[in-house]
């Protein structure tokens, strides 16, 4: 059931179930952070694999400092500058926090959401949410209340609505090695931002060899329309009712004959795009097409973000 009622999704949450809810990023599929029977019902209504840990979700400073300990000065900082928002930060678990959420690690991610109904909800219970995007194991994330009941509607007994997301892609998650802040998944925070911070970061790039950080899979995100990364969109053929093309802005003058376009933003806005792409991912889907292709964005500001989930939802190998 979708539905605004704080009352009735801490209901839920308190008698251990899992509910859907809002953040500024995407949806989560969220539980009792501190009850591993709750926890475990995320896994099973994800089909998430027990390795795959979970963001930790909580309302205010006290939280992070509670369940999360030793703090590198820099993290605080960025904790400061950036929470409530799109950052998670990894650090070393306090022993509330089980090996379930963790998937053993003895960092635990930490994240401070900034949507109003969530931060209500939050401060009507007394435990933080463990909460992964509400989307099942590999597929696209959640950017509505209607994403989450169209695929976890049957298993989630509350969803709470708040709109569409306004970021639309993950949170940034960082955490430090020694003094180098190292960038584990790129964001709704751009790095642009965290540059000024430090001069010594070190970017993750998407790797299949990483098992303590799955949303890293190079699979994932990906849609059921088979997605290819082209350069020029002007080489294809569009004779085909059957394909589409997904493009940033509205640039360029060609015909692209019967082909069924897709912009992520008419303005070539970051924002927009980002705000719109999963969106746009699942629309794939609902139009009968063989296969969709897209250009990736210039690497900068959200742009970066928004590429690396477009080279995890495209398929590996182009069926021409
Ligand atoms: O914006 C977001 O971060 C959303 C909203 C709901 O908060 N959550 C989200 O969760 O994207 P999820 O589970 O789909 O992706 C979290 C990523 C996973 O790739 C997971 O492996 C990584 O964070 N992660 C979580 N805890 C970790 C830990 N202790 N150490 C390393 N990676 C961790
Ligand atoms: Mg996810």
């Given amino acids: 059931m979708i539905g605004v009622k704080t009352d009735i999704a801490s209901a839920w949450l308190r008698a251990g179930n899992v509910v859907g809810i809002p953040t500024e990023t995407v949806y989560g599929l969220a539980a009792n952070a501190l009850n591993e029977r709750a926890v475990s019902k995320i896994f099973e209504v ?15 400073f006290e939280e992070i400092e509670r369940y999360g300990k030793n703090a590198h000065p820099l993290l605080i900082k960025l904790a400061k500058r950036f929470m409530p928002g799109p950052i998670t930060i990894l650090l070393e678990k306090d022993e509330a926090i089980s090996d379930l959420v963790t998937a053993g690690s003895k960092f635990v991610a930490l994240r401070m959401p900034m949507h109003p109904l ?35 509607g049957a298993l989630v007994p509350y969803i709470l609505d708040g709109g569409p997301c306004r970021i639309g892609l993950e949170s940034t998650i960082v955490g430090m090695d020694g003094d180098t802040l190292v960038v584990y998944r790129k964001g709704g925070l751009p790095i642009e931002e965290l540059e000024k911070y430090s001069n010594k970061i070190e970017i993750k790039e998407h790797s299949i060899s990483n098992p303590v950080s799955p949303g890293m899979l190079e699979s994932h995100y990906a849609p059921n329309v088979p997605l290819h990364l082209c350069d020029d969109f002007s080489s294809l053929d569009y004779t085909s009712e059957k394909v589409g093309i997904i493009s940033f802005g509205e640039s360029s003058d060609r015909s692209y004959g019967e082909a069924k376009r897709f912009v992520l933003s008419h303005g070539n806005d970051f924002n927009e795009a980002a705000a719109r792409l999963f969106r746009i991912l699942r629309e794939l889907e609902s139009f009968d097409l063989d296969r969709a292709y897209v250009k990736l964005l210039p690497e900068i500001g ?18 021409l």
């Fill in 46 to 60: 994800k089909k998430r694999p027990f390795f795959d840990p979970l963001i930790v979700h909580v309302s205010g």
């Fill in 118 to 152: 969530t931060q209500r909800l939050m401060r009507e219970i007394d435990f933080p949410l463990a909460a992964p995007s509400a989307n099942p194991f590999g597929y696209v994330s959640p950017t509505t209340a209607g994403h989450v009941e169209d695929q976890l």
């Fill in 302 to 319: 959200l742009g970066r973000a928004i590429n690396d989930r477009l080279k995890r939802a495209a398929v590996k190998k182009p069926t």
